[in-house]
Nanobody, 124 residues
Framework: QVQLVESGGGLVQAGGSLRLFCAAS????????MGWFRQAPGKERELVSS????????YYKDSVKGRFTISRDNAKTTVSLQMNSLKPEDTAVYYC?????????????????WGQGTQVTVSS
């Protein structure tokens, strides 16, 4: 499995921006699709955005389209999530995850490697 470490969470006011980072190690990064999931208190974990191993395909949950942007750097083995126009309902623990490139990047159930999570809190 690939090891993942997130950073960049924090507290921000509604309308503000945050950028989350995920550093990967342990396996060939370009063999993995990458995704950002989030879990709010009392809710199930959900796939927010994903990017294919090549970077050619991206997926966004409807509620974040136009506000969030996912990107990856295979040379640096990192993936990031730029979050703009944040809303209180974006408050959650955000997790970086990896799935084998043999699957489609939007298949949430195929993500098997997980980071420890980073808290994002958006105040109103």
């Amino acid at each position: 499995q690939v090891q993942l470490v997130e950073s960049g969470g924090g507290l921000v006011q509604a309308g503000g921006s945050l950028r989350l980072f995920c550093a990967a190690s342990g396996r060939t990064f370009s063999n993995y699709n990458m995704g950002w999931f989030r879990q709010a208190p009392g809710k199930e974990r959900e796939l927010v955005s994903s990017i294919s191993w090549s970077g050619s395909y991206t997926y966004y949950k409807d509620s974040v389209k136009g506000r969030f942007t996912i990107s990856r750097d295979n040379a640096k083995t990192t993936v990031s999530l730029q979050m703009n126009s944040l809303k209180p309902e974006d408050t959650a623990v955000y997790y970086c995850a990896a799935s084998p490139s043999t699957y489609s990047s939007f298949q949430a159930s195929r993500y098997a490697s997980w980071g420890q999570g980073t808290q994002v809190t958006v105040s109103s």
